[in-house]
């Protein structure tokens, strides 16, 4: 077994045993490096492996979120079939949106403005939809139980660890599979060099529609995680520009385009978030904005010192294999 596979073993028993050793503070910080280890895999897949910018990621984490919620809410249907319906309504809406873009030549800075605009329009949307509650929010009941009812998605944190847990290593299960097959073969080709992919016989409009297809329904179901986890949705705040950069922030700094990258980019930034805020607790300071100053520091120093990332330079370190690069 090589260097990296040991040590992504070492990992992932090191986190399944994690919630036996830590209290229910550290454990919903560890829930938040997974979700966005997961869905920072979600938009590599888009973006690092086709090369497609998306600014609008949010999109299809409100419509999944919203989605699933609705449905359990209404007309009582479970979360897991809810999951089907949220791919479903997100692999239509970015189908649409990537037939748009793809078919008519748009790309790149253009691409990026197409997939912002699609996320407002959709916060605009659902703030005058009375069904999901509008711009008032749309919250789920919380029924208090002494027990974990993983069919409803209902229960103690954990049920969520574990949930996110298994998201994240079936969003890496995905990446390693996509990077090793032809679709990554052609993705890669695509973000390298387009009209070189092309004129190899690659047909980009389908692998592009493929990525976006595949990224959106992985953001889907971070989105069904969002709803259940939180229980309570506003367009304001889950189709916002911010959470798009949230979403982009970790696989940049961890490393575009790899597998490790958006796990180690969601635990440093999760942890700078969390040592911020509590600083500022201890501290009793509010200063609007400087959870966004420091983060757009940390970006800063990261491509400075690292342009391609944190993992590759702890790659080169420690003599990990790079599979992105196809080596292992």
Same mark, same amino acid.
């Given at each position: 077994?090589?260097?990296?596979?040991?040590?992504?073993?070492?990992?992932?028993?090191?986190?399944?045993?994690?919630?036996?050793?830590?209290?229910?503070?550290?454990?919903?910080?560890?829930?938040?490096?997974?979700?966005?280890? %997961?869905?920072?895999?979600?938009?590599?897949?888009?973006?690092?492996?086709?090369?497609?910018?998306?600014?609008?990621?949010?999109?299809?984490?409100?419509?999944?979120?919203?989605?699933?919620?609705?449905?359990?809410?209404?007309?009582?249907?479970?979360?897991?079939?809810?999951? &089907?319906?949220?791919?479903?309504?997100?692999?239509?809406?970015?189908?649409?949106?990537?037939?748009?873009?793809?078919? %008519?030549?748009?790309?790149?800075?253009? %691409?990026?403005? !197409?997939?912002?605009?699609?996320?407002?329009?959709?916060?605009?949307?659902? =703030?005058?939809?009375?069904?999901?509650?509008?711009?008032?929010?749309?919250?789920?009941?919380?029924?208090?139980?002494? /027990?974990? =009812?993983?069919?409803?998605? +209902?229960?103690?944190?954990? &049920?969520?660890?574990? &949930?996110?847990?298994?998201?994240?290593?079936?969003?890496?299960? !995905?990446?390693?599979?996509?990077?090793?097959? /032809?679709?990554?073969?052609?993705?890669?080709?695509? /973000?390298?060099?387009?009209?070189?992919? +092309?004129?190899?016989?690659? =047909?980009?409009?389908?692998?592009?529609?493929?990525?976006?297809?595949?990224?959106?329904?992985?953001?889907?179901?971070?989105?069904?995680?969002?709803?259940?986890?939180?229980?309570? !949705?506003?367009?304001?705040?889950?189709?916002?520009?911010?959470?798009?950069?949230?979403?982009?922030?970790?696989?940049?700094?961890?490393?575009?385009?790899?597998? %490790?990258?958006?796990?180690?980019?969601?635990?440093?930034?999760?942890?700078?978030?969390?040592?911020?805020?509590?600083?500022?607790?201890?501290?009793?300071?509010?200063?609007?904005?400087?959870?966004?100053? &420091?983060?757009?520091?940390?970006?800063?120093?990261?491509?400075?010192?690292?342009?391609?990332?944190?993992?590759?330079?702890?790659?080169?370190?420690?003599?990990?294999? +790079? +599979?992105?690069?196809?080596?292992?």
């Amino acid at each position: 077994m090589s260097r990296s596979g040991i040590a992504l073993a070492v990992l992932a028993a090191c986190l399944v045993v994690l919630p036996l050793a830590i209290d229910r503070y550290l454990l919903s910080v560890m829930i938040l490096i997974l979700y966005f280890a %997961f869905v920072g895999q979600a938009w590599n897949v888009m973006m690092g492996f086709c090369g497609q910018l998306s600014l609008g990621h949010a999109l299809f984490v409100g419509l999944g979120a919203y989605t699933s919620a609705a449905l359990f809410q209404h007309f009582g249907i479970n979360p897991w079939v809810g999951m &089907l319906a949220a791919i479903a309504v997100c692999v239509a809406a970015g189908s649409f949106m990537g037939w748009l873009a793809f078919r %008519f030549g748009i790309g790149g800075t253009y %691409f990026a403005l !197409l997939t912002i605009a699609f996320a407002e329009f959709t916060r605009i949307g659902f =703030d005058h939809i009375a069904w999901t509650g509008g711009s008032a929010g749309f919250f789920l009941k919380v029924i208090q139980q002494d /027990r974990i =009812d993983l069919v409803n998605l +209902r229960g103690d944190p954990i &049920l969520f660890y574990y &949930l996110a847990l298994a998201l994240a290593a079936l969003a890496f299960a !995905l990446s390693a599979w996509l990077l090793r097959g /032809r679709l990554g073969f052609y993705f890669r080709a695509i /973000r390298d060099n387009e009209e070189a992919a +092309r004129a190899a016989g690659v =047909d980009v409009f389908r692998y592009k529609m493929y990525a976006l297809q595949i990224s959106a329904a992985m953001t889907a179901l971070a989105g069904v995680f969002f709803a259940f986890y939180y229980n309570n !949705l506003f367009p304001e705040q889950i189709f916002h520009i911010s959470i798009s950069i949230e979403i982009i922030l970790a696989p940049i700094i961890g490393g575009i385009g790899t597998l %490790f990258g958006p796990v180690i980019g969601a635990a440093v930034l999760t942890a700078l978030s969390e040592g911020i805020n509590q600083a500022l607790s201890v501290g009793g300071q509010d200063i609007p904005g400087i959870k966004q100053i &420091l983060y757009g520091i940390a970006l800063g120093v990261a491509i400075m010192f690292m342009p391609h990332g944190i993992w590759p330079v702890i790659a080169k370190r420690f003599g990990f294999k +790079r +599979r992105d690069e196809g080596d292992a």
